[in-house]
């Protein structure tokens, strides 16, 4: 068995760079990734992540790609979740990863299946999740653990989020990988408050290229509850699509130019976002790639988080 990479640890000599994808659905998707992970690893990433759908209902595939990311050169992080999921379960699934070379796993509850109340599982919470692997796997895996800035929308209130982030870290967590936000000042607050509770963990984080209307919408409202500034709410208006950019068959005259120059002041907007972290001295940027690498690259490229020599 190799040794176990600490991101954590590197974290705090330098920013990272990191990337996510997802595992396609399709047969086609699957045989596109490599070519994406390839280009992908041009920027040195120092690791990559993987989600995990609802129930493992993909775990298969989460499998084939951080098999992907190792053959490419850098570090698998898998998404993990308790949705569904029994102590027993648990234990297998992991120790599959573990025979996988998979050492690096973000501990999350997940999103609560449709129709259902609770995760179905043994476990209702990641901090359960964290102390778990913990108990069973002692230091074989490096956990990262979600934190929300804004507070997780099923949380009573940020300070009650808070706590339970300082919970996760008591239990075991190594970093934190940060949920959506593009509120810099509520961010700014969100990290003093953490470090006031006894938060020492690293903070990665989370960015979404803003290349499409809908889908910075849909990533906004549907699941994190983020406040949308200003400026971001000013763009989409501009360049609304009519009647909505939902709108499978819009009727706008201006449709593909008003993509186009959307997806042109996204990505200025996404490197602005991108340098006021930086400046804040987080320790890493993870970068959600959507599994395509060309919008990603020409953010890195005109952000200069990573020089080609």
């Known amino acids: 068995m190799t040794k176990l990479t600490r991101l954590s640890e590197m974290m705090k000599e330098k920013q990272l760079l990191s ?122 895996f490096e956990i990262a653990v979600a934190g929300s800035p804004e507070g997780h929308i099923a949380c009573r209130s940020l300070e009650a989020d808070i706590a339970v982030l300082k919970q996760k870290q008591d239990n075991g967590a190594d970093y934190i990988m940060t949920q959506l936000c593009w509120d810099m000042e509520q961010f700014k607050y969100w990290l003093d408050a953490i470090d006031k509770a006894g938060v020492t963990m690293p903070v990665d984080v989370g960015i979404m290229p803003i290349l499409d209307q809908a889908a910075t919408i849909n990533m906004a409202l549907s699941r994190n509850g983020c406040v949308m500034p200003r400026e971001l709410s000013r763009l989409i208006s501009k360049y609304w699509i009519f009647p909505n950019p939902f709108d499978k068959e819009p009727f706008d005259d201006a449709l593909e130019q008003k993509k186009a120059d959307f997806k042109k002041a996204g990505i200025e907007y996404t490197i602005r976002q991108i340098d006021e972290y930086r400046a804040l001295g987080i320790n890493g940027i993870h970068l959600y790639a959507l599994n395509k690498w060309k919008d990603v690259a020409e953010i890195i490229n005109a952000s200069g988080m990573r020089t080609m020599i």
């Not at 280009?39 to 098999?67: D, W």
């Not at 995760?119 to 002692?138: I, P, Q, S, W």
């Open 19 to 140: 990337f996510e994808l997802f595992p396609p659905k399709t047969d086609k998707g699957m045989n596109n990734l490599p070519e994406t992970i390839k280009k992908l690893c041009e920027f040195h990433p120092e690791y990559i992540s993987c989600t995990y759908g609802a129930g493992g209902g993909n775990v298969g595939r989460n499998r084939e790609v951080c098999q992907e990311i190792i053959k490419a050169g850098t570090v698998p992080v898998t998404h993990f979740t308790v949705i569904k999921n029994t102590k027993e379960g648990i234990k297998e699934q992991l120790q599959n990863y573990l025979a996988d070379g998979v050492d690096h796993m973000l501990a999350l509850r997940g999103d609560i299946p449709r129709g259902e109340t609770t995760t179905c599982g043994d476990f209702n919470y990641a901090t359960d999740l964290v102390a778990f692997v913990r108990k069973e796997f002692g230091d074989k």
